[in-house]
Nanobody, 123 residues
Framework: QVQLVESGGGLVQPGGSLRLSCATS????????MAWYRQAPGKQRELVAR??????????DSEKGRFTISDISRDNAKNTGHQQMNILRPADTAVYYC??????????????WGQGTQVTVSS
């Protein structure tokens, strides 16, 4: 079973920065991509950034130049991914979810979700 645990959320002032982390565990034999989504109150969950393993990163237009997603394969233990978020705005306030596209012994290739971490940008 795959588990994803996000951390790093919190309250930050506009213009500030946060670094989100997503720790993965379980019987993962291959990771294809990691992504971050967010969901603000009353809104649908939306893609923020996606990094294919050993490949390229893609960002939502409003996050380009402000957010940076890491390649989990470059993590020393290869089990934690990050998203650096700079120049945060009140509109970035949401619950942020880690999403992992991975293959496991039990389920084959599938998408997995963390429980989310709250990011609040407010003065």
């Amino acid at each position: 079973q795959v588990q994803l645990v996000e951390s790093g959320g919190g309250l930050v002032q506009p213009g500030g920065s946060l670094r989100l982390s997503c720790a993965t565990s379980g019987s993962i034999w291959s990771v294809y991509a990691m992504a971050w989504y967010r969901q603000a109150p009353g809104k649908q969950r939306e893609l923020v950034a996606r990094q294919t393993i050993g490949g390229s990163a893609n960002y939502a237009d409003s996050e380009k130049g402000r957010f940076t997603i890491s390649d989990i394969s470059r993590d020393n233990a290869k089990n934690t991914g990050h998203q650096q978020m700079n120049i945060l705005r009140p509109a970035d306030t949401a619950v942020y979810y880690c999403n992992l596209d991975a293959g496991t012994d039990v389920a084959g290739r599938d998408a997995y979700w963390g429980q989310g971490t709250q990011v609040t940008v407010s003065s």
